[in-house]
C-alpha cells in the first residue's frame, strides 16, 4: 500500500539533495530550510493526557501552518487528518479555496512561528527573513520519502498562497527527512 501512495523509505539527505529534490517539487532555494532533530525531543516530552493530540500532529511528516503577522497559528493541516488514496486530498472539504487556508486540525497553543523558527535550520546559510514584515508565515514541512505527496501539497499551498490578495506572505519550505532518519535511530 505505501508504494502505491508513492512512499518510499527515509534517508539522509545531504544540503544539496534536498535542494535538488525541492526543485523537482517547485520550492525555490531561497526558501529551503531543514527540522532540526532537536524538535523530535521536544515533540516526544510533551504529557501525552494532555497534548497528545497536538503531540500526534506536531509529529506527521506533512504539515502546512498559517501564522499571522503577530506569529499566531490560524491555520493548521497535517496528512493524518485529509484522507484519501492513493493520493491525500488535502482540499478535500474546501480547506484551500481561500486565503488563509482554513484548518483541517484543532489549533494547538503550542505552535507559534516562533516556537517553529527555534527548531528550523536555513539550507542556504543565510538568516532568517524578518517575518514582522510580511502578513502571513506559511510554514510547509514536506520530505523526500512521502514522494508524490509532498509535491502535491507543495501545488496546494503554492496555488493557495496566489489567492492572498496583495498580502505579503512568506512560505518556508521545511524539508523533514533527516529528522525522520534520526527519529529512527532514537526509537
Given at each position: ?28 532555494r531561497?526558501?529551503?530550510?531543514e ?26 511528516p ?25 493520493n ?10 481561500q ?18 523558527l ?18 502571513y508565515t ?10 508524490r ?28 527527512d ?10
Amino acid at each position: 500500500m505505501l508504494r502505491v501512495m508513492g512512499l518510499k523509505t527515509p534517508k539522509a539527505m545531504a544540503p544539496e539533495e534536498i535542494f535538488v529534490q525541492g526543485e523537482a517539487y517547485g520550492i525555490p532555494r531561497s526558501e529551503s530550510y531543514e527540522m532540526d532533530s532537536s524538535f523530535f525531543s521536544i515533540a516526544l516530552s510533551l504529557d501525552t493526557i494532555r497534548y497528545g493530540k497536538d503531540q500526534k500532529n506536531l509529529t506527521q511528516p506533512l504539515q502546512v501552518l498559517y501564522f499571522d503577522a503577530l506569529g499566531r497559528l490560524i491555520s493548521y493541516s497535517v496528512n493524518c487528518s485529509v484522507g484519501g488514496f492513493p493520493n491525500l486530498k488535502w482540499n478535500r472539504y474546501g480547506t484551500f479555496d481561500q486565503f488563509p487556508a482554513a484548518k483541517s486540525v484543532e489549533l494547538d497553543t503550542l505552535n507559534t512561528v516562533k516556537d517553529q523558527l527555534l527548531h528550523i535550520n536555513p539550507l542556504n546559510n543565510a538568516p532568517f527573513p524578518d517575518l514582522r514584515t510580511y502578513d502571513y508565515t506559511v510554514l510547509v514541512y514536506w520530505c523526500r520519502f512521502m514522494g508524490r505527496q509532498s509535491k502535491r501539497l507543495v501545488q496546494v499551498v503554492q496555488d493557495n498562497v496566489r489567492l492572498a490578495d496583495g498580502n505579503k506572505v512568506m512560505v518556508l519550505y521545511v524539508n523533514t527527512d533527516n529528522f525522520w532518519v534520526n527519529a529512527e535511530i532514537e526509537k
